[in-house]
T-cell receptor, first 112, second 115 residues
Framework: GEDVEQSLFLSVREGDSSVINCTYT??????LYWYKQEPGAGLQLLTY?????DMKQDQRLTVLLNKKDKHLSLRIADTQTGDSAIYFC????????????FGKGTKLSVKP | GAVVSQHPSRVICKSGTSVKIECRSL??????MFWYRQFPKQSLMLMAT?????????EQGVEKDKFLINHASLTLSTLTVTSAHPEDSSFYIC???????????FGPGTRLTVT
């Protein structure tokens, strides 16, 4: 079955880069997503990458995809205290209408 | 970006009663809406997928008679938790997707507490 794995915690200092890693098992995944969830709130889509891409950059966010290893990462440059949140990796199966399978989320703590 | 609202944001109800949660897409037509449930410190679990005008498709293990989903219009879906029990206490999140879009836009979630 489908499974998405993430490490549960990451702590960085303000100004450093954060790298959040994710592995998935379904090789037919078409899109992979990163969502941010702040305490008590819903999910905010940060970025997504199509499975035939290796990298996507959007301002401070860089997504790297290694399709061979089924490994996805999210790099946040110049991490700020406002970036403290839980970050969810998700894969979309079944094409553009497919459902999302989420990882358990990585809690990012940014220390001043 | 597209906006999805949920109402109420927080509800406390007594065991045995029913609770309705609304999910609205505010600036786009949502041909498909999803309902998720999130347990503390855990990931989101998809409960069901609903397409406008048709019956919802429930994930394995989700009781369709307990979690009633109605997607009567392109901007509104409702989830009714019937005969709620304390174990139904959770954070319920909806998302909506336009048929032309790749993204799912999530609502802010509803915290349900059953006493």
């Amino acid at each position: 079955g489908e499974d998405v794995e993430q490490s549960l915690f990451l702590s960085v200092r303000e100004g450093d880069s954060s790298v959040i890693n994710c592995t998935y098992t379904d090789s037919s995944s078409t899109y992979l997503y990163w969502y941010k969830q702040e305490p008590g709130a819903g999910l905010q889509l940060l970025t997504y990458i199509f499975s035939n891409m290796d990298m996507k950059q959007d301002q401070r966010l860089t997504v790297l995809l290694n399709k061979k290893d089924k490994h996805l990462s999210l790099r946040i440059a110049d991490t700020q205290t406002g970036d403290s949140a839980i970050y969810f990796c998700a894969e979309s199966i079944g094409g553009s209408q497919g459902n999302l399978i989420f990882g358990k989320g990585t809690k990012l703590s940014v220390k001043p | 970006g597209a906006v999805v609202s949920q109402h109420p944001s927080r509800v406390i109800c007594k065991s045995g009663t029913s609770v309705k949660i609304e999910c609205r897409s505010l600036d786009f037509q949502a041909t498909t809406m999803f309902w998720y449930r999130q347990f503390p410190k855990q990931s989101l679990m998809l409960m069901a997928t609903s397409n406008e005008g048709s019956k919802a498709t429930y994930e394995q293990g989700v009781e369709k008679d307990k979690f009633l989903i109605n997607h009567a219009s392109l901007t509104l879906s409702t989830l009714t938790v019937t005969s709620a029990h304390p174990e139904d206490s959770s954070f319920y999140i909806c998302s909506a997707r336009d048929s032309r879009a790749l993204e799912q836009y999530f609502g802010p979630g509803t915290r349900l507490t059953v006493t």
